[in-house]
């Protein structure tokens, strides 16, 4: 995708998530919008952290892990290091916990505000599917969810 693709979808989540606070509807529609426009993914969606563990929100894509402990895998590690990792192959993370077998990569945003926190995650069938566009397309979306929130 080009940057006026990206811009473009940008300016269509901000318009979706507008005059919207609930964060589980913006987190589904938000999913479905990058999801259903960008090639080559087969999960996107949202883990909230609870009690201590990211627990599974609103997504789409095959059925996923329901818990996953902070510091763990590639969304603990994001979490717990409030850095969006990319990982090229997930099969040469140590510690990746395999909720589709299919996933070859992956793109995990983290964010917290004062009223939710969790990460956003991106997974690919393909090997080395997510560029530094890509990266920061999916901060600027996660900027725009958050921004909702407050």
Known sequence: MTDSNFSL???????LLDGESDYIANAANMSSLIYNNLPDLNWVGFYFLREGELVLGPFNGQPAC????????VCGTAFASQETQRVDDVHLFAGHIACDAASESEVVVPF????????????????????DAEQSFFEAAVAIYVRGLI
């Open 112 to 131: 917290k505000t004062d009223k939710i926190a969790g990460v956003f995650d991106i997974d690919s069938p393909v090997k080395a599917r997510f560029s």
């Open 66 to 73: 329901t818990r996953i402990p902070n510091g763990q895998g």
């Open 9 to 15: 979808l940008l300016k269509q989540l901000e318009a």
